[in-house]
Nanobody, 120 residues
Framework: QVQLVESGGGLVQPGGSLRLSCAASGSISRFDVMAWYRQGPGKGREVVASVTSGGRTNYTDSVKGRFAISRDNVKNTVYLQMNSLKPEDTAVYYC??????????????WGQGTQVTVSS
């Protein structure tokens, strides 16, 4: 088991920046993928960015060029740097850890979420 705790959310004006952090209670090096998801008002949860244990990153199209995900396996922390924020980025952001245990099983762990509000 691992506990994931997000921080860094808040209210920011359009065009501003925030950095989210996800601190794990144990080692994250065992997780194949670390990711950030978000759920906006009245919307489903969507993956925003992910980083594999090998350092490969992936982003949803709407945040490419603006967001950057990174993982620090020493500090057991995952970050999401968010720049040029837009009102449509407003959402609760969740940290996710995935451990792939074979072709038919993936164990998922979630944080409690942190609110990001982009508004003038």
């Amino acid at each position: 088991q691992v506990q994931l705790v997000e921080s860094g959310g808040g209210l920011v004006q359009p065009g501003g920046s925030l950095r989210l952090s996800c601190a794990a209670s144990g080692s994250i090096s065992r997780f194949d993928v670390m990711a950030w998801y978000r759920q906006g008002p009245g919307k489903g949860r969507e993956v925003v960015a992910s980083v594999t244990s090998g350092g490969r990153t992936n982003y949803t199209d709407s945040v490419k060029g603006r967001f950057a995900i990174s993982r620090d396996n020493v500090k057991n922390t995952v970050y999401l740097q968010m720049n040029s924020l837009k009102p449509e980025d407003t959402a609760v952001y969740y940290c996710n850890a995935k451990q792939i245990n074979g072709p038919w099983r993936t164990d998922d762990y979630w944080g409690q979420g942190t609110q990001v509000t982009v508004s003038s």
